[in-house]
């Protein structure tokens, strides 16, 4: 009789099959050994090591401004670590935080600071530039509405609170002054360089303090605020104008002409998470909104030494179209239905220069301009 082998047990001839079959199946998983270095070329795209130098100054310029507040941050914090300056740092703060009223009051403008080089490396670094429709004479205030955000306005700052686009030039006797959130006035050094730009408050007060100037004198809003930052992608124009009325009662009160700016390409620099109506991610953005009066998005960019990964903005074109002005009669107290129709020819204004340009300067467009609020 043969000998009965135990349950379980296997053969030379099986063991041999087991072995090959496994040896078959992993080499349909194997994969070219893991190195970090190797993996992050192939996903980053690389500078390349030879650039010319001005295009390495641009960069230099763009990031600089975009940290700018950390910048100013810890430069007075490293201050603070000198006890023989407390004295002269604690008034300043007293003084920036009790008795300056710059912000609401014009600012404090320079031509020089305006003027800097650095200014001009910042706006051609896109490049950013402006095209004139109309000319606008210095003998009556103005309210500029600019459009759309973007995720911080970067050709707001390049056009209407710099020289480098040569706004003086093109529109003489104009006096802007680009528009900001209040808070960004608390910060030390930081504040400074808002007010030599001529940057002031976007306060009612402020807006009311530099129109009554009289002529030439001229405020921008970025109309869409921290909520259309929100819709800011690449290839889009999602604007948040119809319930904003205040920047049109404001113009009527003054008799200040209204003047529409759609910013081509605004949108295009800085690509943002998913964040569509109905997620979690803007639920918890627009309620940081309505607690800080300003929001967050998730946004990236191209880094110093990358073109792919970083918070710096991308290298593409913006071009602001500064339409024709909107003539406004002064009424102190004006109606609702006279705000509203007041609105809605600057809507056909706005809506006729995405029309005219579109096509030059929004070939890869994904949709057409919508106004979403």
Same mark, same amino acid.
């Given at each position: 009789? $043969?000998?009965?082998?135990?349950?379980?047990?296997?053969?030379?001839?099986?063991?041999?099959?087991?072995?090959?079959?496994?040896?078959?199946?992993?080499?349909?998983? $194997?994969?070219?050994?893991?190195?970090?270095?190797?993996?992050?070329? +192939?996903?980053?795209?690389?500078?390349?090591?030879? &650039?010319?130098?001005?295009?390495? %100054?641009?960069?230099?310029?763009?990031?600089?401004? !975009?940290?700018?507040?950390?910048?100013?941050?810890?430069?007075?914090? =490293?201050?603070?670590?000198?006890?023989?300056?407390?004295?002269?740092?604690?008034?300043?703060?007293?003084?920036?935080?009790?008795?300056?009223? !710059?912000?609401?009051?014009?600012?404090?403008?320079?031509?020089?600071?305006?003027?800097?080089?650095?200014?001009?490396?910042?706006?051609?670094?896109?490049?950013?530039?402006?095209?004139?429709?109309?000319? %606008?004479?210095?003998?009556?205030?103005?309210?500029?509405?600019?459009?759309?955000?973007?995720?911080?306005?970067?050709?707001?700052? +390049?056009?209407?609170?710099?020289?480098?686009?040569?706004?003086?030039?093109?529109?003489?006797? &104009?006096?802007?002054?680009?528009?900001?959130?209040?808070?960004?006035?608390?910060? #030390?050094?930081?504040?400074?360089?808002? =007010?030599?730009? /001529?940057?002031?408050?976007?306060?009612?007060?402020? @807006?009311?303090?530099?129109?009554?100037?009289?002529?030439?004198?001229?405020?921008?809003?970025?109309?869409? /605020?921290?909520?259309?930052?929100?819709?800011?992608?690449?290839?889009?124009?999602?604007?948040?104008?119809?319930?904003?009325?205040?920047?049109?009662?404001?113009? &009527?009160?003054?008799?200040?002409?209204?003047?529409?700016?759609?910013?081509?390409?605004?949108?295009?620099?800085?690509?943002?998470? #998913?964040?569509?109506? /109905?997620?979690?991610?803007? +639920?918890?953005?627009?309620?940081?909104?309505?607690?800080?009066?300003?929001? %967050?998005? %998730?946004?990236?960019?191209?880094?110093?030494?990358?073109?792919?990964?970083? =918070?710096?903005?991308?290298?593409?074109?913006?071009?602001?179209?500064?339409?024709?002005?909107?003539?406004?009669?002064? @009424?102190?107290?004006?109606?609702?239905?006279?705000?509203?129709?007041?609105?809605?020819?600057?809507?056909?204004?706005?809506?006729?220069?995405?029309?005219?340009?579109?096509?030059?300067? +929004?070939?890869?467009? =994904?949709?057409?301009?919508? &106004?979403?609020?």
């Amino acid at each position: 009789m $043969s000998e009965m082998k135990p349950a379980g047990t296997l053969t030379s001839t099986s063991r041999t099959l087991s072995n090959s079959s496994l040896i078959e199946h992993l080499s349909k998983f $194997s994969v070219t050994p893991i190195n970090p270095v190797a993996a992050l070329q +192939a996903n980053v795209n690389f500078v390349p090591a030879q &650039i010319p130098m001005k295009r390495r %100054l641009q960069m230099l310029a763009v990031a600089g401004w !975009s940290v700018m507040i950390v910048i100013t941050t810890v430069a007075f914090l =490293l201050l603070c670590s000198i006890p023989p300056l407390w004295p002269l740092l604690a008034i300043y703060l007293i003084w920036s935080r009790f008795f300056d009223n !710059s912000p609401d009051h014009g600012g404090r403008m320079s031509l020089w600071f305006r003027s800097l080089r650095y200014w001009k490396y910042f706006a051609d670094y896109y490049p950013a530039s402006f095209l004139k429709e109309a000319d %606008l004479p210095a003998d009556r205030p103005y309210v500029f509405g600019y459009h759309p955000h973007g995720i911080i306005g970067m050709g707001a700052l +390049a056009t209407f609170a710099t020289e480098a686009t040569g706004f003086s030039k093109a529109f003489p006797g &104009i006096k802007p002054h680009l528009l900001t959130l209040t808070t960004n006035f608390n910060m #030390p050094f930081y504040r400074d360089i808002l =007010l030599a730009l /001529g940057v002031c408050s976007v306060s009612k007060q402020s @807006c009311s303090n530099i129109l009554k100037a009289g002529a030439g004198s001229a405020i921008t809003i970025v109309v869409g /605020g921290a909520a259309e930052s929100l819709s800011a992608r690449p290839g889009t124009a999602d604007l948040t104008l119809r319930r904003r009325l205040g920047f049109i009662k404001v113009a &009527i009160q003054h008799g200040a002409d209204l003047v529409p700016v759609f910013s081509f390409g605004e949108n295009d620099i800085y690509e943002q998470m #998913p964040n569509e109506k /109905g997620t979690t991610i803007y +639920a918890l953005q627009r309620k940081f909104q309505s607690v800080f009066g300003f929001t %967050l998005p %998730l946004f990236h960019g191209r880094g110093l030494l990358n073109y792919n990964l970083g =918070l710096m903005p991308y290298r593409r074109r913006i071009v602001a179209v500064i339409g024709k002005p909107i003539h406004v009669e002064k @009424c102190e107290k004006p109606t609702i239905e006279e705000v509203y129709r007041v609105q809605q020819l600057y809507i056909e204004e706005l809506t006729r220069i995405w029309n005219t340009y579109k096509d030059e300067f +929004a070939k890869a467009r =994904l949709r057409e301009l919508n &106004i979403i609020d």
